[in-house]
């Protein structure tokens, strides 16, 4: 079944499971826009999918903005056209011990995971609600279960489960899924400053990591955008308020 051509909203999408994410949803034959604060990555994602003959648009804004994200949702309707597809990826690390963590590592953490999701969602629903099609895919991670020194991270990940749940019962009468994935270990750039945090080089953490996955490696940013495209496909149309562990084991 050929999917037809939308529009993709990726946040978070200038580097690691973003940018890969975008890149396969303009293989997917979609329109892209790679939205993050780092604009200039967020540019050579953009140019890079354009260079393979796909559209893409590259807005830096923060997320945590609601006028800033409400300018950037309506320069991506009138340059690539009224989105319905909208991947909530953008998230930060503030990780430390609960007694060592102050209010402002975990306020941080909450504004751009859950803050940044809500405001995205709100401005995008209208264009799904219109088209009467959409899909949201939100980043929740196995963190979600407990992860020691991150009690931020980890109430951020496990509060956008119960936010792609109750989008799912909302939205669903207007033919909009809501999905979450919830990654195991990926290799990126933030797997890179957690290894740096606790003092292991990158390569000995990865394999570290790699001996507790079943099958036996650690993820890459592929991984999570093959599980995305799915959940953003046509075929995914009664799969809604889930969420899919892709941690190359049995997490939850």
Request: proline share 3%.
């Amino acid at each position: 079944m050929t999917s037809p051509t939308r529009v993709a909203v990726v946040t978070g999408g200038a580097r690691g499971i973003g940018a890969a994410t975008a890149r396969r949803l303009s293989a997917d034959g979609h329109a892209v826009a790679v939205l993050d604060l780092l604009e200039e990555q967020a540019a050579e994602t953009a140019a890079g999918i354009v260079s393979d003959g796909g559209r893409a648009l590259a807005v830096g804004v923060d997320v945590a903005d609601a006028a800033a994200v409400e300018a950037a949702v309506a320069r991506v309707r009138d340059e690539l056209g009224a989105p319905t597809i909208l991947v909530n990826n953008a998230g930060i690390l503030r990780d430390n011990l609960l007694f060592k963590m102050s209010e402002n590592d975990w306020d941080s953490v909450m504004s751009v995971h859950l803050r940044g999701a809500f405001l995205m969602t709100r401005a995008l629903q209208a264009h799904m609600v219109e088209a009467k099609w959409g899909r949201v895919v939100n980043l929740s991670s196995t963190s979600a279960l407990g992860n020691r020194g991150q009690a931020n991270y980890a109430a951020a990940k496990a509060g956008m489960q119960g936010f792609t749940k109750t989008l799912a019962i909302e939205l669903g009468k207007f033919g909009i899924t809501a999905n979450a994935v919830a990654p195991g270990v990926i290799q990126t750039d933030m797997i890179r400053e957690t290894a740096e945090r606790v003092g292991v080089p990158f390569e000995d953490f990865l394999a570290g990591m790699a001996k507790e996955v079943p099958v036996g490696r650690v993820g890459q940013p592929e991984d999570i955008a093959a599980a995305i495209s799915f959940f953003c496909s046509e075929e995914a149309g009664f799969v809604s308020g889930q969420v899919l562990y892709v941690a190359g084991g049995p997490r939850a």
